[in-house]
């Protein structure tokens, strides 16, 4: 299975980036958005399960997670963009079970990133 992200790139502080991610194959019952900044460990952003989106607590209110199911891609919308928001963004699929679904242990198909820098 792939992934691929796109939609990266440099904007400034209270700016918007849509970012999209195509997986190659159907049936997943979780998707999710993961960043990680240097330094620091991977996190959650966001994820969604059928009736369901979970966000952490930092994008509340700024980030908007979905999926078109005709057109198999899972996007994340980022408004009000932050410095440290900064980071690299993957997306990922899988099954994880109950418990997991914000958890990077949970997703066993991984995007290769794409790059978010925002300046202040």
């Known amino acids: 299975v792939q992934l691929q992200a796109s939609g990266g790139g440099l904007v400034q502080a209270g700016g918007f980036l849509r970012l999209p991610c195509a997986p190659s194959?159907?049936?997943?019952?979780?998707y999710g958005w993961f960043r990680q900044a240097p330094e620091k460990e991977r996190e959650v952003v966001a994820a969604i399960i059928p009736g369901r989106t979970y966000y952490t607590d930092s994008v509340k209110g700024r980030f908007t997670i979905s999926r078109d199911n005709a057109k198999n891609t899972l996007y994340l919308e980022m408004d009000r963009l932050r410095p440290e928001d900064t980071a690299i963004y993957y997306c990922?699929?899988?099954?994880?079970?109950?418990?997991?679904?914000?958890?990077?242990?949970?997703?066993?198909?991984w995007g290769q990133g794409t790059q978010v820098t925002v300046s202040s």
């Open positions: 194959e159907r049936g997943f019952r979780s």
């Open positions: 990922a699929a899988g099954n994880p079970i109950i418990g997991y679904v914000r958890a990077a242990e949970g997703y066993k198909h």
